[in-house]
C-alpha cells in the first residue's frame, strides 16, 4: 500500500515548451503533496505544498507563474513547468501526506528527469 | 532559521563495522526529526521517525535536544544497507513540511 506514481518517469523537451508532470496516489487519498526539485548530488529542495482545492503554497524563491500547480483531486496533483528552458532541467519529485497506520507520512513518487534543450 | 546539516557526504565502511551517520539540526521549537533511505534506483521511503522510538533494519536514532541532533547508527553494517541517506526535519504546525539534509551515501565494502 502508500504507492505514489508519477508521469513521465522522463522527459526531452525543447526550450520555450511547457511540460505537465502528474503525480497520483495509487491506493490512499493524500491530504496534501508536495513537490520538490533535486540536483544532481544535491538535497531536495521544497518547491510547494499543494492542497486539494485550493491554491498552492509556494516557498521563497519558486515562481509560481513558471511553476504552476493544480491539485483537482485527493490523489491527483500536476506541476506544469511553463516556457521551460535548460536551467528548469532536474529531477522533480512529488511526495503525498497521509495518516496510514496512525501516523502522518509522506510517501514519495520515483520522480520525473527533465531535460530541457 | 530552520536547517539541517549532514556534514559527511560519503561514509566507507567495511561490513561488521559500527556506523554513525551524523544529523544536526536548528529550528526554534519541538521538531520532529526523520531518516529517510533511498536505495540505488528506488525512490526515498522513511526509514524512521524520533517519536516511534523504534529500530528498523537494525538502524537507531535518537533525538539529543541539548546538542540539537539525531545521529543514526547501526552496531554492525551490511553490504544492503549502502545507499544515499537524508535527515529530515518537520516543524510544528507547518502542515508536514519537510527540510531535507544533504544526505549522506553509506557504502559498506565487503
Known amino acids: 500500500g502508500a504507492v505514489v506514481s508519477q508521469h513521465p518517469s522522463r522527459v526531452i523537451c525543447k526550450s520555450g515548451t511547457s511540460v505537465k508532470i502528474e503525480c497520483r496516489s495509487l491506493?490512499?487519498?493524500?491530504?496534501?503533496m508536495f513537490w520538490y526539485r533535486q540536483f544532481p548530488k544535491q538535497s531536495l529542495m521544497l518547491m510547494a505544498t499543494s492542497n486539494e482545492g485550493s491554491k498552492a503554497t509556494y516557498e521563497q524563491g519558486v515562481e509560481k507563474d513558471k511553476f504552476l500547480i493544480n491539485h483537482a483531486s485527493l490523489t491527483l496533483s500536476t506541476l506544469t513547468v511553463t516556457s521551460a528552458h535548460p536551467e528548469d532541467s532536474s529531477f522533480y519529485i512529488c511526495s503525498a501526506r497521509a495518516r496510514l497506520s496512525g501516523q502522518e507520512t509522506q510517501y514519495f513518487g520515483p520522480g520525473t528527469r527533465l531535460l530541457v534543450l | 532559521a530552520q536547517r539541517v546539516t549532514q556534514p559527511e557526504k560519503l561514509l566507507s565502511v567495511f561490513k561488521g563495522a559500527p556506523v554513525e551517520l551524523k544529523c544536526n539540526y536548528s529550528?526554534?521549537?519541538?521538531?520532529?526529526l526523520f531518516w529517510y533511505v533511498q536505495y540505488s534506483r528506488q525512490r526515498l521511503q522513511l526509514l524512521l521517525r524520533?517519536?516511534s522510538r523504534e529500530s528498523i533494519k537494525g538502524f537507531t536514532a535518537d533525538l539529543n535536544k541539548g546538542e540539537t541532533s539525531f545521529h543514526l547508527k547501526k552496531p554492525f553494517a551490511q553490504e544492503e544497507d549502502s545507499a544515499m541517506y537524508y535527515c529530515?526535519?518537520?516543524?510544528?504546525?507547518?502542515?508536514?513540511?519537510?527540510?531535507f539534509g544533504q544526505g549522506t551515501e553509506l557504502s559498506v565494502k565487503p
Open positions: 524520533h517519536i
Open positions: 529550528y526554534s521549537g519541538s521538531p520532529e
Open positions: 491506493d490512499f487519498q493524500a491530504t496534501t
Open positions: 529530515a526535519l518537520s516543524g510544528l504546525n507547518q502542515g508536514g513540511k519537510l527540510i
